[in-house]
């Protein structure tokens, strides 16, 4: 079997499960992590006979496919800002559009040298890595409740050869939480998604991801953000700016809770799909 008749072959397996563009999608970044090769190389490489190991490994994944288990847990490894982070079970996958929210922050702040920043929940460590690694001399603090996603951000801060302020700690207690103040940045993106929003989920996000990075109480969907503005307030400096990534029907509910706990310059900000996802604001 060759190179491309084993491609081939994946790719038929996932078409009638995925259909024909997913199935697409997902070959190709399996076996580009499989093999850490790129397109030009791999071009060169498809004549050539597969080797047992890369046939075993495809055909687990297969395997591990047919029942929605993401790509990103098989591979063990995602990209995020351009910088490869490990996943896996206990932490989210990181999305583009928290992508866009680090960009925002990024040029937000581009003529600023060694920012204080802190980032609430911090799971795989992709935000907080990813500021620390292109914003100018940052001392970046982060935490999380759970010891696992810790684990991914120590791991994954160390490939992008950066330090980090790790803390675990329950946001939810705000008064509680001590790991630093005079912040000029905090950032999270904590839950958002209500317990009446997974009938609109993928297996792949329900089965695998972990559930208490994803829902909230649909009685009270803004538990979080209740918790961080508190502590936001009294640990950013003054001119210090909070940013959050948010639930796409939430973002007024989450501008006036910024506004009425005395956050000024409260924006709404759209993400590439055009969906309300963000919120950053100002304390004075």
Known sequence: MTNADLEKKFFETLQPVYGAEEAAS???????????????IWLTKRIESADE????KAEQALKDLLVFKPIQYITGSVWFMNLQFRVGPGVLIPRPETEELVTKIINENKSKTGLKILDIGCGSGAISVSLSKFMNQASVSAC??????????????????????????????PANVSIGSDFDIIVSNPPYVKETEKELMFSNVL???????????????????ISIVEYAYNNLKSGGSLWFEINEGEGEAVATLCRV?????????????????????IKY
């Open 26 to 40: 997902i070959k190709r970044y399996f076996f580009s992590a499989l093999y850490g090769w790129n397109d030009q």
């Open 53 to 56: 190991a890369i046939i075993a």
């Open 144 to 173: 999380d409740i759970s010891e696992t996603a810790l684990d991914f951000t120590r791991e994954n801060a160390r490939l992008s050869g950066v330090k980090l302020n790790l803390f675990q700690a329950n946001i939810l207690d």
């Open 207 to 225: 089965d695998y991801e972990p559930s208490i990075a994803l829902f909230v109480p649909d009685d009270n969907p803004l538990i979080f953000y």
């Open 261 to 281: 706990n005395g956050y000024n310059n409260v924006e709404i900000h759209k993400d590439f799909k055009g969906k309300n996802r963000f919120v950053s604001c």
